[in-house]
């Protein structure tokens, strides 16, 4: 069983900078493809970002390409979302999410039906 806990979130201005992480305690063995999502109350959850650990390829939502960086520590077991210059637009329960059941990494990352692990999520308030 893998668990996923977010943390990070918090309040910010627009134009600021959050960093959130995803703890992953269990084991996924292989390759696998992990990310962040993002819901805004009354929206659809939307992918944000991936990461496929086999090759540490990156995806990115064309709404945050430039902004945002994904990245993960293989040592701690722990993924990061680097988001810079934040909007108010980007106010949001973030998620973390891990293993895609279906298509890949680069066709589905933003498909929240396809991952199977999810955390609780992290609140991400952008004030202008």
């Known amino acids: 069983q893998v668990q996923l806990v977010e943390s990070g979130g918090g309040a910010v201005q627009a134009g600021g900078s959050l960093r959130l992480s995803c703890q992953a305690s269990?084991?996924?063995?292989?390759?696998?493809?992990t990310g962040w999502f993002r819901q805004a109350p009354g929206k659809e959850r939307e992918g944000v970002a991936a990461?496929?650990?086999?090759?540490?390829?990156?995806y990115y939502a064309d709404s945050v390409k430039g902004r945002f960086t994904i990245s993960r520590d293989n040592a701690k077991n722990t993924l990061y979302l680097q988001m810079s210059n934040l909007r108010s637009e980007d106010t949001a329960m973030y998620y973390c999410?891990?293993?895609?059941?279906?298509?890949?990494?680069?066709?589905?990352?933003?498909?929240?039906?396809?991952?199977?692990?999810w955390g609780q999520g992290t609140q991400v308030t952008v004030s202008s």
């Open positions: 269990g084991h996924i063995y292989g390759g696998y493809c």
């Open positions: 990461f496929y650990t086999g090759s540490s390829s990156t």
């Open positions: 999410a891990a293993l895609i059941i279906r298509g890949t990494c680069a066709s589905n990352f933003m498909n929240p039906g396809d991952f199977l692990y």
